[in-house]
DNA sequence: CAATGTGTTACCATAATGGTAACACTAAGG
DNA sequence: CCTTAGTGTTACCATTATGGTAACACATTG
């Protein structure tokens, strides 16, 4: 299973839109994701190294979406924090390469999982974070920029 | 990352499918993919529940493809292993209700990440045992039917 | 210089995974 | 009928990934 590194990025980059330029802290995000600050933190550590966010340090700092929401795609997201990482595992030891079928499956298997990788990454390249806080905004019509 | 099951899962149909309607054991499958035959066992056992190999018990024993290797996809065998679990973690916890994002975003990732796992499983579903066997063939054009 | 942040590290508990052995049960064939 | 050769299942272990937590160096504001 994909862990909830994905999903929880997904979640602050789309905290970072509300903000709308003012930097958001993780302590702040992680109120809302109901985690430890240190845990945002090192997903942050992620979306910066990718390139997603940028981190304004010191009193007042916090972190800021390094470009629009529109340009974020869930791809982008599923890279940053999954780190190029295939999807799929391959045998933990190496198939018998005195079976025809043990020396020839990996190769096979690589570009089968490799191409279904490639499906789910297109789908999730096609949806933005702006799209993500527009459908949130639409599951909850009368929504309010901050937490109560 | 998805378990090696699905890796191994597609290799034990693949064995089955050179094995042209003998039965093989758990121990000869067990030394083409290089463990122990309990695990090739285990993950039969999901096969069968899954309706895609047929156990002959006793002596002279071992499995079978319960049908076609043309109509068994690597979608199937996906879906036979992984127990229709979803690809993508949410939360831990649940997110602060208080937050307007918060309280929307698992909805919202939740038609996300399906609509890319779908993507995934199509492409997976494209893709049968034979055209993995044929694909195995070409690798090794003088490939021959057992192991030496 | 104090206060408020980030970035990073280290450590822990938990869960999933694959490897292993064991054992009840089933069927074939003398 | 009994031996042999299989499956199906369980239990247990070691390893790994994960997320939660605390701690601390460093940066920036005022």
Redesign the pocket.
């Known amino acids: 299973?994909i862990?909830?590194?994905f999903a929880v990025a997904v979640h602050i980059l789309t905290l970072l839109e509300t903000g709308r330029g003012e930097p958001l802290?993780?302590?702040y995000m992680a109120g809302s994701v109901n985690?430890?600050?240190?845990?945002v933190?090192?997903i942050?550590?992620l979306l910066?190294r990718a390139g997603l966010t940028r981190?304004?340090?010191?009193?007042?700092?916090?972190?800021l979406l390094a470009r629009p929401a529109e340009a974020i795609t869930l791809k982008d997201v599923y890279r940053a924090v999954e780190c190029g990482e295939r999807l799929f595992?391959l045998h933990?030891?190496k198939p018998n390469p005195k079976c025809p079928v043990g020396r020839n499956i990996q190769a096979v298997l690589e570009r089968a999982t490799g191409a279904a990788q490639t499906a789910l990454e297109e789908q999730l390249g096609g949806r933005t974070v702006a799209d993500v806080m527009a459908e949130v905004r639409s599951e909850d019509p009368d929504l309010r920029s901050a937490m109560v």
């Open positions: 299973m862990s909830s590194r802290t993780s302590e985690t430890n600050p240190a845990v933190r090192r942050l550590s910066a981190a304004r340090m010191g009193a007042g700092g916090g972190t595992a933990h030891e």
